[in-house]
């Protein structure tokens, strides 16, 4: 990955701040894929998780374990969208949390194109 990118995620439409990642773990790219490998792969059982769960306290927590790791690597709208999930499932709003759903699963994909990881 040997583009530019400009600070924070929102710009150019990033998913995630990946200069954030830099900051925490060193400019090494084996490291720095397998944080971001590590990352999709914890966003993409939150999903699952989520998609699967009829219980709120088993959404709750799924949400809730990927807005801290989307806060960590700045990925900052699907942080956004997994403290919404989170909320309405602790209101045990399961058709917000449905409702939220396709945004959330949006959010991963675009998550898995930054990465370059698309394939499942």
Do not use: C, W
């Not at 995630?16 to 090494?28: A, M």
């Not at 807005?67 to 956004?80: D, F, T, W």
């Amino acid at each position: 990955m040997s583009q530019t990118m400009t600070k924070g995620p929102a710009s150019h439409g990033q998913a995630y701040d990946r200069d954030k990642l830099v900051e925490l773990f060193g400019d090494d790219p084996a490291i720095l894929a397998e944080v971001e490998r590590e990352f999709l792969d914890t966003a993409r059982v939150a999903e699952k998780e989520i998609t699967g769960a009829t219980d709120a306290t088993t959404i709750a927590r799924a949400a809730h374990r990927l807005k801290g790791a989307s806060g960590m690597i700045g990925a900052v709208s699907l942080r956004q969208i997994a403290e919404a999930v989170e909320r309405a499932a602790k209101a045990n709003d399961l058709p917000s949390v449905r409702r939220l759903h396709e945004m959330f699963s949006r959010e991963v994909e675009r998550v898995a194109e930054q990465v370059g990881g698309t394939g499942r």
